[in-house]
């Protein structure tokens, strides 16, 4: 017969959660996608002359452009690679964080230019019935 555990803790208890101080909360795959898009424009931004010297190697080329612009290549590839930190994913989440508030702003501050275009629409339908029915009316 076997002997009941006499530890009553559980393993996954036990171990102390990491807190990512800079991200408090825990994001979604649509905001995720955005911090992401801000990384890799980030880095992009640092690259950006060895990107455009491939870009400009590569013009007019398909499959040769692989070992044609072998050196614009790899000189991109090493920048891409040199910025592409955590440290950096970092910055581009705590970036997001900073204009969370501000996008949210905008967000309904454009629902409420929506809303109000949405009633002038429908006051506009309103009025051209009423003239409509009117008119008919006087037609008869």
């Known amino acids: ?3 009941p ?3 009553s803790e559980n393993p996954s208890s036990s171990t102390p959660h990491k807190y990512n101080i800079r991200n408090p ?3 979604s795959a649509t905001q995720e996608q955005e911090v992401k ?3 890799y424009k980030r880095v992009r931004g640092y690259c950006a002359d ?3 010297a491939f870009a ?3 013009v007019n080329r398909t499959v040769t452009a692989t070992w044609i612009c072998r050196s614009q290549r790899l000189a991109m590839n090493s920048c891409m ?3 592409a930190k955590p440290e950096e994913e970092d910055r581009a989440r705590e970036e997001w964080f900073a204009t969370h508030e501000e996008r949210c702003r905008a967000r309904e501050e454009e629902a409420v230019r929506v809303e109000k275009r949405r009633e002038e629409v429908i006051r506009m339908m309103r009025e051209d019935d009423a003239r409509r ?3 008919q009316t006087q037609g008869r």
């Open 25 to 27: 909360l825990p994001l």
């Open 5 to 7: 555990s006499t530890s």
């Open 81 to 83: 690679v040199a910025h």
């Open 50 to 52: 060895e990107i455009k």
């Open 56 to 58: 400009e190697c590569a």
């Open 133 to 135: 029915q009117q008119a």
């Open 37 to 39: 898009r801000l990384y």
């Open 1 to 3: 017969m076997a002997t």
